[in-house]
């Protein structure tokens, strides 16, 4: 009996390491489906870009150059205007700097003239308004002057 529950304890090992191999072996097929289908879904992806890539390559690179052909002139005539602009400053500033020169010279003799006019009148309502304090002085002056002569006399008497 001893035997044959040996032979029954072997025939119930061997039979539980086969359901742990076939579980490994099921794993490993699940893991191999999985990366399988997820490979092939990447394969298939790439290959509907190049599909749909391969009609419209073309027109993309008609865009592009038709894009860089606009700015290429947007940026000539910017470039353009801008050198345009330039000469049209210097040869109006080689044909007008001595006008404009004289034009500043003058304006500046006469706000000088101007300038030189309006001190000539300060300084005449100024001296005037001083000799009138002084005037008012050697009056004030004057009377405290004949006020003392009144009181010498008074004194004197």
């Known amino acids: 009996m001893a035997e044959s529950q040996s032979r029954y304890s072997i025939m119930a090992e061997l039979n539980n390491r086969k359901t742990n191999e076939r579980d490994k072996l099921a794993n490993l097929e699940r893991d191999k489906d999985n990366h399988v289908f997820d490979e092939e879904r990447k394969v298939a992806q790439i290959v509907e870009e190049v599909v749909a890539k391969e009609k419209s390559y073309k027109l993309d690179y008609a865009d592009r150059q038709r894009q860089r052909e606009v700015n290429l002139k ?67 002056e004057a009377g405290i002057a004949s006020l003392k002569e009144m009181s010498k006399e008074q004194k004197g008497e």
């Open 74 to 140: 947007m940026n000539t005539d910017d470039f353009n205007r801008a050198k345009q602009q330039l000469e049209e400053g210097m040869k109006d500033d080689k044909d007008n700097f001595e006008p404009r020169f004289q034009e500043w010279k003058k304006s500046q003799q006469d706000m000088k003239a101007l300038i030189e006019k309006e001190l000539e009148r300060y300084k005449k309502i100024q001296d005037k308004k001083i000799a009138d304090k002084k005037a008012v002085i050697e009056e004030i």
